[in-house]
């Protein structure tokens, strides 16, 4: 069993709301299990150069709430390299640090899964990310937050396009999955929703988007995930007026963007991120390292490291069906 007297807690690659409330209650949590905590900042590109801070628990006061991460995140390329992780390592070692919490996406755990592999550091993962794209918990931190930002704006946009019978093509993020898009097409009542999971077929979106249109003289909204195979919502519009068939359809394209990662952290995603950052620490006190631990079913698990990035988690296909159902 390795002994754990100082834990590093880190945030990497995109940041997600809810990314503070999880390092709150990893910082606490181990503090409270009278280990010592150490943040470092900007990531594997902080963990590189030894940029670390002590952290106790008025330094994670009044951040609950509070979108970004006070760790700040960071993509670092140095990391990708051997020569990297080794001095990463170093300079953990250096610190005394003995295991470490990240909290971050799969591109963060394949870091760590390397971290791990070739220097034999402890590492436990928390999912931080908008996209919802790991393998072993039902749910990510932030995914929750993200897609209500994003359906909020839907409405608005609805109500425009509403006012004057418009298309709208709305794209929203979600790197190269469609979990976003599909929940946002469910709870905005969008007429179709595009992921990258289906092919998407422009005359089966032209034929489905004129017949509602003409029929029922109305507005149309589709969501469209910004991984979609024919490369988001501007390239989609520009397939679909490609005949003429759309001249007389006043289409527009909004792309949400980042908006999508800010603001407060829904009440969900705090929850989430509290019992993850908690139950990463009960999980190296355990013994347990190079897993995630994830939300399966409301109850807290530990999956692989290898497997949360290296298996992929599919979309729900009957909340896909369901989005055709209703529009
Ligand atoms: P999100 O999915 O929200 O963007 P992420 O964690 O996937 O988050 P990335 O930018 O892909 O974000 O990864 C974060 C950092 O992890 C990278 O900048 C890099 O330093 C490190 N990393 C990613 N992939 C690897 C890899 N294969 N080997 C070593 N390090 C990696």
Not at 277 to 298: E, R
Request: one cysteine or more.
């Amino acid at each position: 069993m390795m002994t754990l007297n100082r834990v590093g807690v880190y945030t990497s690659g995109g940041d997600a709301p809810g990314m503070n409330a999880c390092i709150r209650a990893a910082v606490r949590r181990a503090l409270s299990e009278g280990l010592e905590v150490i943040g470092i900042r900007r990531g594997y590109a902080g963990m590189i150069n030894g940029d670390f801070v002590e952290m106790d628990r008025q330094s994670v006061s009044n951040i609950l709430q509070k979108g970004g991460t006070i760790l700040k995140s960071a993509r670092s390329t140095e990391f990708r390299q051997k020569e990297g992780r080794a001095q990463a390592a170093e300079r953990l070692n250096a610190a005394g640090i003995d295991a470490l919490i990240g909290i971050g996406g799969d591109g963060t755990f394949q870091g760590a899964t390397r971290l791990h592999d070739e220097h034999g550091i402890a590492v436990v993962g928390c999912p931080g990310t908008i996209d919802n794209d790991l393998f072993g918990t039902d749910e990510t931190i932030g995914f929750d937050s993200a897609l209500n930002t994003a359906l909020e704006s839907i409405d608005r946009i609805r109500d425009t396009a509403d006012a004057h019978n418009r298309l709208f093509l709305i794209e929203v993020m979600g790197r190269d999955t469609g979990f976003i898009a599909l929940e946002c097409g469910i709870g905005g009542g969008a007429e179709l929703v595009l992921v990258p999971e289906m092919l998407t077929d422009v005359d089966a979106i032209k034929e489905r988007i004129l017949s509602l249109m003409s029929s029922q003289s109305r507005s149309s909204i589709v969501v469209v995930a910004e991984g979609d195979e024919l490369g988001g919502a501007h390239h989609i519009a520009e397939a679909l007026r490609q005949d003429g068939a759309f001249d007389d359809i006043d289409l527009r394209v909004t792309v949400l963007g980042h908006v999508q990662r800010g603001g407060s952290p829904t009440a969900r995603d705090r929850v989430l991120a509290s019992r993850l950052g908690s139950a990463a620490v009960d999980a190296l006190l355990k013994g347990h390292t190079c897993v995630m631990v994830g939300l399966v079913h409301g109850d807290v698990e530990l999956t692989p490291l290898r497997n949360a990035w290296g298996r992929r988690k599919d979309i729900d296909r009957d909340l896909l069906q369901l989005t055709e159902l209703l529009s």
